[in-house]
């Protein structure tokens, strides 16, 4: 049976799951695609004003300056929008970061823009599962923590950015700025599976643009004078696809470059993404990568820049993040909930918050699927229910005050 003191049940009885709906509804019916300034702008004014009914102080703060290597090999700044950040009792001796994001995959010209109802218990649109749901999740379970009083000594930052989609380019050193000194940290990520089934250790992203730089010639007088930058990437691309392997997936994903027929083409981008299951698959990719550019270099006789990073590193589960777990599992229980969770090869910010050594669980959010594609879907229940979880998880480690 459920073993909830009567400080828990009455905090968990504050949570409006119609109010938490009534909110997704409103904010997955503005595009806020992740390049969709004028849209991310109004989301985010909207999320201003709903998180100002926390204690603290609300602010936009100004996106990094992000680069990236176009078609042509040009390095251009891309421009994202502002990111949310809440700060509660910034000198509380108990810390901990709530994270989100408000940013999806939905370009404003994409054809997946409206709500719908798929049964009376479970609402499709863009953003609503990832991760608008998990917002309205976020709130909800802070307002019912501070609801619940005694909240003196606990302090938090929230921070809801808007590049998270696209690899959190213009917020990575936000996060970590944010995450230093917390005890603990909750993303709210929709559920790893419809089930409620959370993520667990995931792997690292890195993405990289390799831009070749050779020389132009005559294909039919003299070839030989040319030095073929699509022939270069192409080698380059077979090596690094040979680096593929159990703890390392290798995706060579685009060729740009070349020209007409009869001219030996002097200029290739190779676009390559690389997933490292451990910090140490990380490492060896890295040096091999440098290792392999040099020798494609040295072998066509061309230059090759190197764009990009490993953005998202690796998130083994040790024994801090073990510890969290548990106790979201142990929260779960005392609310009927069974809460599992398993090793996924997706990231998120997360992994960025991971690396700063802060324990992290990043999918606190409600129970859908088919994310990232028009078939997006909400279970509604899971808005109260994974409220709940949130606020009785966070409620347990302030009277702890420790994991």
Not at 76 to 99: K, Q, Y
Not at 184 to 194: C, G, M, Q, R, V
Not at 353 to 377: L, Y
Request: aromatic content about 4%.
């Amino acid at each position: 049976m459920p073993q909830l003191s009567p400080t828990e049940t009455a905090m968990i009885e504050t949570i409006d799951q119609a109010a938490m709906l009534a909110q997704v509804e409103r904010w997955a019916a503005t595009n806020s695609g992740s390049a969709n300034l004028a849209g991310l702008a109004n989301v985010a004014s909207e999320l201003s004003d709903a998180f100002a009914r926390l204690p603290g102080e609300v602010r936009l703060v100004d996106p990094a300056p992000v680069e990236t290597v176009d078609a042509a090999g040009k390095v251009n700044v891309v421009e994202h929008g502002r990111h949310l950040v809440l700060s509660v009792r910034p000198d509380a001796p108990l810390r901990m970061l709530f994270t989100g994001h408000m940013d999806t995959v939905f370009g404003i010209d994409h054809p997946f823009q409206a709500l719908h109802w798929i049964d009376d218990a479970t609402l499709g649109g863009p953003g609503v599962a990832d991760m608008k749901g998990g917002i309205a999740v976020m709130l909800a379970a802070l307002g019912a923590v501070e609801a619940s009083g005694d909240c003196e000594g606990f302090g938090y930052d929230v921070l809801i950015n808007s590049d998270e989609e696209v690899g959190s380019p213009s917020s990575a050193a936000l996060i970590a700025e944010l995450a230093r000194g917390k005890l603990a940290a909750l993303t709210y990520e929709p559920s790893a599976l419809p089930d409620g089934t959370l993520a667990g250790a995931r792997g690292g992203s890195g993405n990289f643009s390799l831009t070749i730089s050779g020389k132009s010639a005559h294909a039919g007088r003299n070839p030989d004078d040319g030095r073929n930058a699509i022939v270069a990437a192409a080698d380059l691309a077979l090596r690094l696809k040979a680096l593929h392997r159990a703890g390392l997936s290798v995706n060579p994903a685009r060729i740009d470059g070349g020209g007409p027929n009869n001219v030996v083409p002097d200029a290739a981008i190779l676009r390559v993404n690389f997933r490292p299951a451990t910090p140490a698959d990380e490492t060896a990719a890295d040096a091999a990568l440098s290792r392999i550019i040099a020798e494609v270099a040295e072998r066509h006789d061309v230059t090759i820049a190197r764009h990009g990073g490993f953005g998202r590193p690796p998130k083994p589960i040790n024994a801090s993040a073990q510890r969290l777990f548990d106790l979201v599992r142990d929260c779960g229980a005392d609310l009927g909930l069974d809460i599992g969770w398993k090793a996924t090869g997706g990231v998120c910010d997360g992994n960025n918050i991971a690396a700063c050594g802060v324990p992290v669980v990043d999918t606190m959010g409600v129970r859908g699927g088919a994310i990232h594609s028009r078939d997006e879907f909400m279970i509604v229940a899971s808005l109260a229910e994974r409220a709940a979880l949130s606020a009785l998880t966070i409620r347990r480690i302030i009277a702890k005050g420790h994991l």
